[in-house]
């Protein structure tokens, strides 16, 4: 029973890689589409949101599956719980990276749009922290967790940032309003990604150390 069980847990773990794999590529590729304006790129990402969707069904089911037939204990439970987590966390992420394409849409039929702040470095910092959020799941990585939630600091700063920038454009430019709006959005998207990769993170500190840190400050850490 327990190779049973070991065996379901490791390709549960495949499974939430995979979609992890494709929801990280959805973000790169949506940021992408806006700097480049390029609708065909967004478009793709629009149409990925179904198999994303399937692939949180399938995984929920697979837990639920391991949690009747094995009534796992101590880790392996945990892990169980961290996975229902993750999976929807990954499942909202590609939601956004579709959110951040549907703006792409808009913004690429504009004559001029004017990125008021740096999109790209954001999508950058947002972008590691989601890809090493989950390598912290493969390699049980925990003080990679925490260092992904001090990170999260650095995403508001610049979604901060972003927010004072757009209100002097729409002062001096009001015309442009949608376009800036949009812009904003985009920033807005980006700042929950990095939001679900700190859930992910916190996951795997409660998966390997069984600590709920969720409700503690950003910068704390447990000593050894």
């Given at each position: 029973?327990?190779?049973?069980?070991?065996?379901?847990?490791?390709?549960?773990?495949?499974?939430?890689?995979?979609?992890?794999?494709?929801?990280?590529?959805m973000v790169y590729l949506a940021t992408k589409s806006v700097?480049?304006?390029?609708?065909?790129?967004?478009?793709?990402?629009?149409?990925?949101?179904?198999?994303?969707?399937?692939?949180?069904?399938?995984?929920?089911?697979?837990?639920?599956?391991?949690?009747?037939?094995?009534?796992?204990?101590?880790?392996?439970?945990?892990?169980?719980?961290?996975?229902?987590?993750?999976?929807?966390?990954?499942?909202?992420v590609g939601d956004l990276a579709v959110n951040i394409a549907?703006?792409?849409?808009?913004?690429?039929?504009?004559?001029?749009?004017?990125?008021?702040?740096?999109?790209?470095?954001?999508?950058?910092?947002?972008?590691?922290?989601?890809?090493?959020?989950i390598d912290s799941l493969v390699n049980m990585d925990v003080?990679?967790?925490?260092?992904?939630?001090?990170?999260?600091?650095?995403?508001?700063?610049?979604?901060?940032?972003?927010?004072?920038?757009?209100?002097?454009?729409?002062?001096?430019?009001?015309?442009?309003?949608?376009?800036?709006?949009?812009?904003?959005?985009?920033?807005?998207?980006?700042?929950?990604?990095?939001?679900?990769?700190?859930?992910?993170?916190?996951?795997?500190?409660?998966?390997?150390?069984?600590?709920?840190?969720?409700?503690?400050?950003?910068?704390?850490?447990?000593?050894?």
């Amino acid at each position: 029973m327990s190779q049973h069980l070991q065996k379901e847990i490791e390709n549960l773990k495949k499974n939430l890689l995979t979609m992890g794999s494709v929801v990280e590529d959805m973000v790169y590729l949506a940021t992408k589409s806006v700097v480049r304006r390029d609708t065909r790129m967004a478009q793709e990402i629009i149409s990925r949101d179904l198999e994303v969707d399937e692939m949180e069904v399938n995984i929920e089911e697979e837990c639920l599956k391991i949690l009747a037939l094995h009534q796992p204990v101590a880790i392996d439970l945990r892990f169980i719980i961290a996975v229902l987590k993750i999976n929807s966390d990954l499942e909202r992420v590609g939601d956004l990276a579709v959110n951040i394409a549907e703006r792409s849409l808009f913004l690429s039929g504009q004559e001029d749009i004017c990125l008021t702040f740096n999109i790209t470095a954001m999508a950058e910092k947002v972008e590691s922290m989601l890809t090493r959020s989950i390598d912290s799941l493969v390699n049980m990585d925990v003080p990679q967790a925490y260092r992904i939630r001090q990170e999260d600091d650095l995403v508001d700063a610049y979604n901060r940032d972003m927010y004072e920038k757009v209100k002097e454009e729409l002062a001096l430019h009001p015309e442009s309003a949608n376009c800036l709006l949009h812009l904003l959005s985009v920033g807005r998207h980006l700042e929950r990604v990095a939001d679900h990769a700190t859930n992910i993170a916190e996951d795997v500190i409660y998966l390997v150390d069984a600590q709920i840190v969720r409700h503690t400050p950003e910068d704390f850490m447990e000593e050894d």
